[in-house]
């Protein structure tokens, strides 16, 4: 089965950073998709960044374009979210997620997702 685990919240003032790693394992797909979303107090969850493993095309929504990057790590089988310039707008509970399955697609849609880690914690203060 199919296991993700996030890790690297915490708190950090605005402008700051923080790198989120998603371990995965029983993860067998040569290429797939995989995501990180958010969800703050009282909204949906939203996409954040893909990846596309084992091809390396990446997208990012609007609002963290040229603040995040996502990556990943084959040998490890961790996918990463560098997040720089922080803001209290991306205080939220961070999700990885994957398709599960081998694409050449992305999406920023949860539907998209067939695996979900149990999240962490990003608490951005100003």
């Known amino acids: 089965q199919v296991q993700l685990v996030e890790s690297g919240g915490g708190s950090v003032q605005a402008g700051g950073s923080l790198r989120l790693s998603c371990a995965t394992s029983?993860?067998?797909?040569?290429?797939?998709?995989m995501g990180w979303f958010r969800q703050a107090p009282g909204k949906e969850r939203e996409g954040v960044a893909t990846?596309?493993?084992?091809?390396?095309?990446?997208y990012y929504a609007d609002s963290v374009k040229g603040r995040f990057t996502i990556s990943q790590d084959n040998a490890k089988k961790t996918v990463y979210l560098q997040m720089n310039s922080l803001k209290p707008e991306d205080t939220a509970i961070y999700y990885c997620?994957?398709?599960?399955?081998?694409?050449?697609?992305?999406?920023?849609?949860?539907?998209?997702?067939?695996?979900w880690g149990q999240g962490t914690q990003v608490t951005v203060s100003s």
């Open positions: 997620a994957a398709r599960g399955w081998t694409t050449r697609t992305c999406s920023l849609g949860t539907d998209y997702y067939n695996y």
């Open positions: 029983g993860y067998t797909a040569s290429s797939s998709c």
């Open positions: 990846i596309i493993t084992g091809g390396g095309s990446t």
